[in-house]
């Protein structure tokens, strides 16, 4: 069916982190290239390497962050401040700051603010969910079974709302069965208060009660694991100590990171990609609607999609853009069902596939648009090819179940997925339909949120393995890099950028990892908020490596810049 999409919400445009050609007039008299530095210090460290200092504008929906160097400076350019007053904050966790005052940029010189940071009168309130996980007491057995779930605590929000809750063994089975009756992937809470919860399905809800497991662990033995280690019992504090990460420190605190306000705060986006000008789009999980946000401008543009029943779980899934910047992504129509959907950016016409969907799809170097395993002629807009692979005849031992983590392509045409419950990867021959299998080396690392390199080289997390992996197609081998310390629980990858970096997001650390494959160097961004993000892309329209996600955790649309 074809219909014309209806145009919802046109956000004001907003400069952002981009000159625009009235700045680009005020910045071409400024004489430096800073708009705003100052140095970082306290009493403890004296001069302090690693901190997060945030700058947003007055009225501005985006905030800009860059982090301090070993001398305790920050700086940020010109390139990302216009003229205005912003109000400056920070991130280094063990510490805060009391309010500096506004910051007045000017294009004339380089304002300086100089940040005296305190020891945190509420640790708790910073930690990360990974934080969390190396403080509490417990056998590696208790925690892998806290944290090792296809859709841990950490999924939807920081661990933080465990430890300082006080619910009994008892009121925590209850809150578990609760928490089973929102749809994981349309669900996310954030510190700051943005993101929301969605319900499942009367039937998904109906099954939560009867449901004694947390994912495989009976949640009876996870709830009296629970009530030890947080404020029930009376406790006003933890009988355990309070551990921390380090702070960046080298290249780590060489970027530069950008987040942009979705325009509705309780906006849930696990998937966004980017057109041939760097146009950003963008789904929600659980609502009929799905946007773009232009990057030299802030303006956001949301549109609305046919809505489903009451008691159908809403929303559109990944989301793809072609060769001739269509838009390509799943989404839900009455019955429950997907539908393949696309929608064309000239002509604001919306074109529905029946009967194929799913929740993720791939563009094949041929320009076919995979759904799952169904492959789509885009000219006529017909399904060419189905293919499975839980029929075949080589289909290895053990749990598979059919969740299969983002199909991709290769340079022939070949579907490839990571097998997340058995823990393989999976390449189906399109011509013969012939299925293989091979075994991730580390066993049950739960591989997810692949991506295939110009050199067929199939990038994954290994979830549950705390690794990077990557399985070269051509060779048939394996490579593995951990992601120290355990419980870094990669999520997703990026294929390699221009100098041959890959990344990878991690929600229980709340940072960004760089992994240089020839040298086996990682290093970590702090990121400035709670973050969770499910897929990274690489802007085609910049000369060095920028990278685009969505933020989950916080409804907001995050630019990655690495200065080296």
């Known amino acids: 069916m074809r219909a014309r999409i209806l145009l919802v919400i046109a956000a004001a445009a907003l400069t952002v982190g981009v000159i625009s050609s009235i700045l680009g007039n005020r910045t071409a008299q400024a004489t430096d290239p800073v708009a705003l530095d100052g140095v970082v210090s306290s009493q403890e460290e004296g001069q302090m390497e690693g901190v997060v200092v945030n700058a947003r504008r007055d009225g501005a929906n985006f905030t800009v962050s860059v982090v301090s160097d070993a001398q305790g400076k920050y700086s940020f350019p010109r390139t990302h401040l216009e003229p205005g007053k912003y109000v400056v904050t920070i991130r280094a966790v063990g510490y805060e700051v009391s309010d500096p005052g506004p910051a007045n940029v000017t294009a004339a010189k380089t304002a300086s603010v100089n940040l005296k940071l305190q020891k945190s ?45 006080n619910h009994t063994a008892e009121e925590f089975v209850a809150v578990m069965t609760r928490m089973q009756t929102y749809y994981t992937d349309g669900t996310a809470a954030s510190n700051d208060g943005r993101g929301r919860g969605q319900k499942q399905t009367a039937e998904r809800i109906a099954a939560a009660e009867k449901n004694a ?47 942009y306000d979705m325009p509705r705060p309780d906006t849930v986006s696990h998937d966004l990609d980017l057109d041939s000008k760097g146009t950003i789009w963008y789904t929600d999980e659980s609502r009929m609607m799905f946007g773009k946000m232009d990057p030299k401008t802030g303006k956001f543009t949301e549109y609305s999609l046919p809505p489903v029943p009451d008691g159908d779980v809403p929303g559109a899934r990944d989301i793809q853009v072609d060769k001739n910047d269509n838009i390509w992504f799943p989404r839900r129509i009455p019955g429950p069902g997907i539908a393949m959907t696309k929608f064309n950016p000239n002509t604001e016409e919306l074109s529905t596939i029946e009967g194929v969907g799913g929740q993720f799809l791939a563009i094949g ?66 011509l013969t339909k012939v299925v293989k299998f091979w075994p991730v080396p580390t066993p049950n690392s739960s591989p997810r949120r692949s991506r295939m390199d110009a050199q067929d080289r199939f990038w994954f997390a290994e979830y549950t393995g705390d690794k990077i992996g990557m399985f070269d197609t051509r060779t048939e081998t394996f490579q593995e890099w951990p992601t120290l310390p355990k419980y ?77």
């Open 213 to 259: 497991n947390w994912g495989t662990v009976p949640k009876q033995d996870l709830a009296d694991y629970l009530a030890t280690l947080n404020l029930s019992e009376g406790r006003t504090t933890w009988p355990f100590e309070l551990k921390t990460l380090p702070r960046p420190k080298g290249k780590e605190t060489r970027v530069i990171i950008t987040q």
């Open 488 to 564: 870094t629980t990669p999520y997703a990858v990026s294929a390699p950028d221009r100098n041959g970096y890959v990344y990878a997001t991690s929600n229980t650390a709340e940072r960004l990892i760089r992994l240089d494959p020839k040298t086996g160097e990682m290093i970590q961004y702090q990121i400035p908020t709670d973050f969770d993000s499910k897929k990274i892309a690489h802007d085609p329209t910049t000369s060095r490596s920028t990278l685009w996600m969505v933020n989950t955790r916080a409804a907001r649309i995050m630019k990655v810049e690495p200065l080296e």
């Open 365 to 430: 170097p041929d320009g076919k648009i995979w759904a799952g395993l169904s492959r789509i002629d885009p000219k006529t807009m017909e399904v060419d090819g189905r293919y499975t692979w839980l029929d075949s005849p080589n289909l290895p031992p053990g749990p598979h179940g059919l969740y299969i983590d983002l199909t991709v392509v290769d340079s022939k045409g070949n579907p490839w997925a990571p097998d997340f419950r058995g823990s393989h990867i999976i390449g189906i021959d399109a």
């Open 121 to 165: 009168k509420d640790l708790a309130s910073q930690l990360s969910s990974l934080e969390w996980a190396m403080s509490i007491p417990g056998t590696t057995e208790q925690k892998d079974k806290l944290v090792y779930q296809t859709a841990s605590c950490a999924y939807c929000h920081n661990w933080q709302r465990i430890m300082k809750s």
